[in-house]
């Protein structure tokens, strides 16, 4: 009985079962931590500290795409056979995650020593989280977790981001004693449990070293696809910064509904983006042609979209009632939440763009987000003329934007299906 077990954990099949009920439960505790978060924090209030979130959404941009191109790097020489240079890889990988990681806390540290010394405790702790989350953008979600590639490794990923999810949940009884500070507190406490577990298991086991022409093989590679994917995930910071420069900080914290019905979709997504990535990777470096790699990725996508099927219509019109019950202050961002449900949906298909990054055709990847961000301009500009300025325009013009890219991926896929490695 238990060799059977550890076969099936083994299993493709368990993975994807496993990964989507965990995604699922976590999806809940994030969706209900967020909900109680938002009841003790006034929009004013969340908007503050939301915005010192958008900072370090563009201090990731430092990374300039080494990490993106170990992503492919590891698994694709590992399929090879090639496991030293894999690993020297990684090394570089992580050399620059530190320094980068050090750069940044180290300055986020005298910036928050100024403000204390000022008497303004608030900034100062603002500040020293922008710190804590560029290491977390960094070392943890772009190194160590991409380290991450087989079978039981994204069975113990997926079983760490469930325990981020419970410290998360349990640790909304600061935002409850200390307000703006809880929140402070609560992503230290998120962080740190990612960061131990996920370093504990990381299935590659190097230190850090730096090593030229590794270095410059990882930029050559990733600096292209870095320029290209951050069309794509600065996009929703875009679009934040854009609501904060309308509408306030009022605005943005109303838009939390919104940004806690993403993270939830997000964190099924990311998920199978993560398995999927590695995987086809992975193939394509063992011969396999285009469309077997999408083969890889449609039954992940294919589960996750049937749980999404299931969950959306029960938010939909479970979600006004649960805002009106719990946050009431928050009424006026639940239009937003609803169309986010849509826009989650939607997004997940473009887990295929993986493709992109690993048959290296960064041009096509391009084409496909400008596709996107274009689609979306125009269509908010269309939503805001006939609207004026409304919470809800974002994200239904975001998943127009989705969908002009997803309609794209197909036709990418089906243009180049025996494509291989050369």
């Known amino acids: 009985m238990l060799n059977f077990l550890n076969k099936k954990k083994d299993s493709t099949n368990f993975m994807i079962l496993f990964m989507s009920s965990s995604s699922l439960i976590g999806n809940v505790l994030t969706i209900i931590s967020g909900l109680l978060v938002a009841r003790w924090i006034l929009p004013e209030v969340m908007g503050e500290f939301s915005s010192y979130t958008i900072f370090s959404s563009y ?47 180290i300055i986020s540290l005298i910036v928050s020593t100024y403000f204390l010394t000022e008497g303004d405790t608030q900034s100062a702790a603002g500040f020293f989280v922008i710190g804590l989350l560029s290491i977390e953008g960094f070392y943890l979600t772009q190194y160590l977790k991409v380290l991450y590639r087989g079978t039981r490794d994204f069975n113990n990923l997926t079983i760490i981001n469930l325990m981020q999810a419970f410290v998360s949940f349990a640790s909304v009884y600061f935002v ?17 449990s990612g960061l131990i577990l996920t370093w504990h298991w990381r299935p590659t086991k190097v230190k850090p070293s730096y090593e030229k022409e590794s270095f410059t093989h990882l930029l050559r590679l990733g600096f292209p696809m870095f320029v290209v994917t951050n069309v794509y995930s600065l996009w929703p910071v875009l679009q934040k910064t854009m609501i904060l420069t309308l509408g306030g900080t009022l605005s943005l914290g109303l838009y939390t509904v919104a ?19 590695a995987t086809m990777a992975n ?11 999408f083969k890889i990725a449609v039954k992940p996508v294919v589960i996750g979209a049937l749980l999404f099927l299931i969950c959306i219509p029960i938010g939909w019109f479970s979600l006004p009632y649960f805002v009106k019950l719990l946050i009431p202050n928050y009424l006026d961002g639940v239009k937003a939440g609803q169309w986010m449900l849509i826009t989650g949906f939607i997004g997940l298909f473009n887990v295929w763009t993986n493709i992109y990054n690993v048959v290296n055709n960064q041009k096509a990847k391009l084409f496909s987000f400008l596709l996107g961000v274009v ?5 908010l500009g269309l939503l805001y003329k006939i609207k004026g300025f409304a919470l809800e325009i974002f994200p239904q013009s975001m998943a127009v934007g989705f969908a002009l890219i ?17």
Request: glycine letters at 10%; a positive charge; aromatic letters at 14%.
């Open 375 to 379: 689609g979306w301009l125009i269509t």
């Open 59 to 105: 201090i990731i941009l430092a990374q300039i795409g080494i990490p993106i191109a170990l992503g492919r790097e590891l698994p694709l020489h590992i399929g090879k056979g090639d496991v030293k240079l894999a690993e020297q890889y990684a090394k570089v990988a992580q050399f620059y995650a530190i320094l980068l990681s050090s750069i940044i806390l």
């Open 176 to 192: 409850y004693e200390w307000g703006f500070y809880g929140l402070c507190l609560r992503a230290v406490l998120s962080f740190l």
């Open 259 to 277: 940004t806690v019905v993403q993270g939830g979709l997000s964190a099924v997504s990311g998920s199978i983006s993560t398995v999927t990535y």
């Open 283 to 293: 193939q394509w470096g063992s011969g396999k042609n285009l469309i077997q790699l």
């Open 406 to 422: 997803l309609a794209y991926n197909l036709f990418y896929v089906y243009k180049n299906k025996y494509l291989t490695y050369e």
